[in-house]
């Protein structure tokens, strides 16, 4: 393994020139490392050969671009620090250029590679392409983290290192289904926070070799291909962020901080920060059979829902108008089944006639709601049909199954035809904000058309649709977020794929999880064990507010209780009720826990802290406590739930983020008891909370006393 010297876990500062430099004051969150990415960036600035990647080309094998001609490179000030971008010739007409960003003010680094055909003929083959290769110095590893969405629902683990390797393979073409591709890899006195950013198949890989730490890691898995002229591929976005001691709430908050000021999209095309927001689907609340999504909606449906929400004063953010909404390929009203008539995006004026969905739309607008609809533009129905009717080319399309077909993103005419009928149904019906699903694994197809350009060409193509498809998908998102900027609507996206399949770090600097899975309909020990977990990683997304047995069934009768609604605090609070149609839904309950998510929902975007240990979704026989703290104002909300089989009435909650010197006052939530204790004493003796009965829950508020500022 070569460039020992350059691996994170150096602690000297490498000088390096950056033209006007911009002046970053760096976080003061002691954990903080931004000397070893300073210091490993400057190394790259020096010779960009040194960053760590690897690929086959031609037979020969190149760690990195270290022995290609430089063609170019600069270094210019960026927001958030300096950016690194160096151009290689791979060969007479191919090159090969990196992008590289250190974030001066929390210290992460990350980098992408381009390879890029220039020329008029087709480029020698090209394989075993690894985005990273790195290695890590310390003694002690360990690999902590989260497993991904379903079969696995964001299971917690801490694996050691040491005599073992140990792996990860994203195979289907959801990058966040099974496997999740953030790590946190400690090692010797520190660690580093680690993602890939890719939205389709990606491995991962970690093994020691006496006191040093590989990681290798790579996106479309086992690509083997040339290119042909004008074709360009890319490597997943490595990231990486170093930090000091081995604490893993430390490394988590820091994370967190970063993530939501840098990794984040805006809010709007003026730049604005997204804030905590509700949102709720009126599709529950029809009268009418709904087998899921709003296929049940009509322009007869709306009003007396919304009329409820503005008499009631529980008037979410956004109406959430979801599958179903739209003509099958034949031109028909869809009445139940809308996932295989998906491929229109043509509004069903059957449901919908005239103008009336804008109309929905423009009284929700007046009463302070946002409306974002539900597409689905990777999939298809009937081709045949979408082609005779709706002008689609079967070209670009390829199985997957049943009725249903990937379209090819990639495919620069596919994408424009995409685009385009999904900004005219927004810019026409005043939708505010894009949410795209994906239900089902796109691998398939893509192996199918990288067949037919085998056949067509004779020559090595596998992976080349996987590598075109996602940069055009992230393309897409790009050019619907300038749409939506131009007309004043909302600059980021709701991401789903059969719930949590596309969290990938890339996909989130513009979309963000309005829920971050399907099973988080459920039970409240599932959503608890998701957010001690996933809440490491991505801590903007949200949950339901309803517990029922399956997915698609309604919540309790009468309404979610303060135990259920509690457990969905996330910044994302989507409420699950039926309105009008259930006559014991209980509105006063319902505003309060409405108005106690609105009353902390400002500290669910700050430090969070799970005081108890990770439980599996199926376990509720525990306590769980979670706390969360604004840094900046000192004040910390407290949540405690004695779950449905524990048996023990006590726990104590112990605040060890606190300033030991400092006096606070603790209001209990629901009984207005209140306390004052040190920060010494609130770490060490803690709060002892008595719950007498199981599924039920309690809310400390604590606030520095005045005396103590």
Known sequence: MRRLSAILGLCATVAFACSRPVEIIPTDRPCADPETSAALFGSWVENPGDIPFSFVYDGVVHEGPEGLELLSKSCGPVPSGKNLKAVFRLDKD????????????????????????KGSSPSKEIKDFASAVIPFEGEDPMLRGCLGDHGNLYADYQTELRDTVVSFVSSNGRATHIVFPYFDLVHGDGGTLLAIGWAGTWMSEFWSEGSTTIWKAGNCNHFDSVLMPGEKIRSALVVMLPYKGRDRDDATNLWREWFIKYNMPAADARGNRIQPFSTTCFAADTGLPNSDGSISERFYTWKRTLERLVYEDVVPDFRWFDAGWYFDPRGETVPSNWYGTVGTWELDTVKWPGKSFLE?????????????TWFEPESVCDVEDLARNYGYNPEWADYNRGNRYTSNLGNPDCLEWTLGRITRMMGENGVDLFREDNNSNPVKAWKGFDAKEMEKTGLPRTGITENKAIQGHYELWDRIIDFCAANGKCTFIDNCASGGGRNDIESLRRSLPFMRSDADRTTTALRLSMTTSFNRWIPFHGANTKESTGELDPGIEGGSTFYITRASWLPVYNISEVFTHDVNLDYDRLRATFGEWKKYNHLLVKDIYPLTPWHRHDDDSHWTAIAWHDRETDEAVLQAFRQETCPDSGYVARLK??????KYRLTNEDSGETLSMTGAELASTGIRIVLPEPKSSAVWHAVREEAGR
């Open 94 to 117: 191919v090159e090969l250029s990196v992008d590289a960003l250190l974030n001066q003010e929390f210290g992460e680094l990350e980098y992408t590679v381009w390879i890029e055909n």
């Open 360 to 372: 929905s739309n423009e009284a929700c607008h007046k009463e302070g709601m946002k409306v974002l």
């Open 657 to 662: 983020f606190l300033k030991a010197d400092k």
